[in-house]
């Protein structure tokens, strides 16, 4: 058990640049979480995969912003077109959701976005 | 909809003293919820959850936990702080059908030497 990890831990970029930054869950975990941290803020929830299927997405989630999980196992965050105001932590957790017991969320280290 | 409030954004303890960490939520469902604490540039770390077994909840490092529903607060403690125990810590909700988890603003635990 290596954890979720995400890659790359910092990305700085130009307003209007596309980025995308890669999630690896904690193997054979079904659920796949992605939430924006801003400074001084708590975890916002985006969206989740159970397997490859996105179940949810919340409305933070503009249209600008794509998520996919192909292959039901790494995820993908994409952001095009991206303002200052896309500048958070962004988190992903990973979970498995097993028969007759709550399921607990495992945090990545997040990726670090900042928009000039 | 489910919320968390987080009373005070920062507590700051002497080492050795108690720690108490103020949480209460809404939710229309019965709750579930979770502590987490966040190192600087790192991830969220879960230090303890309420799934409805107890209400007092034993976590990692020390903490722990009581749910009161007729309070419909979570509050975090423990008994003696160390200085390793300075970290954002967040309190979260799951429930009403959504999976995601919906955290407070977060507390920011100062130990004094």
């Known amino acids: 058990d290596t954890g979720v990890s995400q890659d790359p831990r910092h990305k700085i970029t130009k307003r209007g640049q596309n980025v995308t930054f890669r999630c690896d869950p904690i193997s054979e975990h079904n659920r796949l979480y992605w939430y924006r941290q801003t400074l001084g803020q708590g975890p916002e929830f985006l969206t989740y995969f159970q397997n490859e299927a996105q179940l949810e997405k919340s409305r933070l989630l503009s249209d600008r912003f794509s998520a996919e999980r192909p292959k039901g196992s790494f995820s993908t965050l994409e952001i095009q077109r991206t303002e200052q105001g896309d500048s958070a932590m962004y988190l992903c957790?990973?979970?498995?959701?097993?028969?007759?017991?709550?399921?607990?969320?495992?945090f990545g280290p997040g990726t670090r976005l900042l928009v000039l | 909809a489910q919320s968390v409030t987080q009373l005070g954004s920062h507590v700051s303890v002497s080492e050795g003293a108690l720690v108490l960490l103020r949480c209460n939520y809404s939710?229309?469902?019965?709750?579930?919820l979770f502590w987490y604490v966040q190192y600087p540039n790192q991830g969220l770390q879960l230090l303890l959850k309420?799934?409805?077994?107890?209400?007092l909840v034993k976590g990692i490092n020390g903490f722990e936990a009581e749910f009161k529903k007729s309070e419909t607060s979570f509050h975090l403690t423990k008994p003696s702080a160390h200085m390793s125990d300075a970290a954002e810590y967040f309190c979260?909700?799951?429930?009403?059908?959504?999976?995601?988890?919906?955290f407070g603003k977060g507390t920011h635990l100062i130990i004094q030497p």
């Open positions: 309420y799934t409805s077994a107890a209400t």
């Open positions: 979260a909700v799951r429930g009403g059908g959504a999976d995601g988890l919906t």
């Open positions: 939710s229309s469902v019965p709750p579930y």
């Open positions: 957790a990973s979970s498995s959701l097993g028969a007759g017991e709550m399921e607990t969320q495992y």
